[in-house]
């Protein structure tokens, strides 16, 4: 049979299917957009895709000049967006003449008039799904501070679709967020000046609130001024009790710096855990810790023994010399797994951990381990470190294991581990350091 010379052009296909091939090129990768050069038609059925990549500003000016020059054709289209919020333009008050002092601007006129146009420009955002609004470390006048929270108060009504919030420059009072119906995940730093019973009300309030993440403490608390017991005044950090009245959460995380002068871990500790086991361990299903700073061993029984009486199936876990045997606590619902190893020995023993459950954990699919920088490597032999009977079996051998993991550690740290996992059919892969706030998700669109 003579070979067939039809060769179907990709514009013969229906324009669901080119929607999807724009939608995976374009979305899936980091940078590239040469598909756009392909035609007319392709530019205009792709360009859409382009808008739908998470967008981000250093700054709310930046923000404005972009919106000011964008085909607003296309803004409907974008759903996620980032910006930081810094100190104002003053300039103009030295442009100003002294010759009329009736028209001269005041500082106050500046921030009135970023703040008008700011909010005149996200309107054109109202289909934003995905929300972060930081507050840059070198924004720390009071009028800065102002002018977001005056931003903060409005965003229910500039974004009445919103889903996803991130604030991780804090705020004064939950009250802005009352009327958001629709969002389903907040990420903040927890603390207000409001009584606690203020934050329960405003996130029990929530029909479909069922994410929440809390890191801290915030920036106001990391300088040398806030040293001691220090504390911007009235700011109080979300309390455990507020588990206890909001709806039942699938998705959990604590993201949290050592601040030793603050004497104790402001989430991660064991009221915190008592309540979310108390009130969440039936519908959690996807759990977060990242510390920089390893916890007492009560808090990590805690927290072990929560992970094993959960059904958890997305476990993210990471400390600095976290040791690798907290395996035995996993739950068998796990799906996936991301954990900070310290080095070479410690990979090589989650990987004799990982052989060991293999059976009780069956439906593990996916393993990210992540380097841990603060923890040296030591030189000795794994044999002193990994007990005889948790060494793999099956096809890898603990021979084979140990001389070709030791022959390669020192080129590749995490690599021989990786290659351990995929041998036994696991999705392994190397992730970046301990993970922080913004590392889900995708790269920002280059502007």
């Not at 013969?12 to 756009?36: A, F, M």
């Not at 919106?67 to 296309?74: E, P």
């Not at 036994?424 to 892969?429: D, I, K, L, P, V």
Request: net charge negative; proline share 7%; aromatic share 8%.
């Amino acid at each position: 049979m003579a070979e067939c010379s039809y060769h179907p052009h990709f514009l013969t296909l229906p324009l669901e299917l080119r929607e999807q091939v724009y939608r995976d090129v374009i979305l899936t990768s980091d940078s590239n957009v040469q598909i756009l050069r392909g035609c007319r038609q392709i530019h205009a059925e792709a360009q859409q895709f382009v808008f739908k990549r998470p967008l981000a500003f250093d700054s709310q000016t930046e923000l404005c000049q972009w919106l000011n020059r964008v085909d607003k054709r296309y803004l409907r289209h974008i759903d996620t967006l980032r910006f930081s919020v810094v100190e104002i333009d003053l300039s103009p008050l030295l442009e100003t003449s002294y010759y009329s002092p009736s028209t001269r601007l005041h500082w106050w006129d500046l921030y009135e008039m970023e703040a008008k146009e700011l909010s005149a420009a996200l309107q054109s955002l109202s289909n934003v799904r995905d929300l972060t609004i930081s507050l840059s470390g070198s924004a720390d006048s009071r009028l800065v501070r102002d002018f977001y929270h005056a931003l903060l108060d409005n965003l229910a009504h500039i974004f009445p679709k919103l889903e996803h919030l991130t604030l991780p420059g804090g705020q004064r009072s939950l009250e802005f967020a009352e009327p958001m119906r629709c969002l389903h995940s907040l990420r903040f730093n927890g603390y207000t000046d409001s009584r606690p019973i203020e934050p329960a009300n405003v996130l029990s309030g929530m029909p479909h609130l069922t994410e929440l993440q809390l890191f801290g403490p915030p920036y106001d608390m990391v300088g040398e001024r806030f040293r001691g017991d220090k504390r911007p005044q009235g700011a109080q950090p979300l309390s455990p009790e507020v588990l206890h009245h909001i709806r039942p959460l699938t998705s959990f995380a604590i993201f949290e710096e050592d601040r030793p002068w603050l004497g104790k871990p402001v989430y991660f500790n064991p009221p915190f855990l008592q309540a979310l086991r108390s009130a969440h361990i039936t519908s959690l299903k996807k759990l977060c810790i990242s510390l920089d700073w390893t916890p007492d061993q009560d808090a990590q029984d805690l927290l072990f023994a929560l992970l094993s009486d959960s059904v958890v199936r997305d476990l993210t876990i990471c400390w600095p010399g976290l040791d690798p045997s907290f395996l035995l606590c996993l739950p068998a619902s796990l799906e996936t797994l991301r954990t900070s190893v310290s080095g070479a020995l410690d990979a090589y023993s989650l990987v004799c951990w990982v052989s060991h459950r293999r059976t009780d954990l069956a439906v593990l699919e996916e393993i990210e381990l992540m380097a841990d920088c603060t923890q040296p490597e030591t030189d000795c032999d794994p044999s002193e470190v990994v007990p005889s009977t948790l060494r793999p079996s099956g096809r890898i051998s603990a021979d084979e294991l140990q001389d070709a993991y030791l022959g390669r550690r020192m080129s590749h740290e995490l690599e021989p581990a990786i290659d351990f996992l995929r041998g036994m059919g696991y999705r392994a892969r190397q992730g970046s350091c301990i993970p922080g706030l913004f590392d889900e998700g995708k790269k920002p669109m280059s502007r």
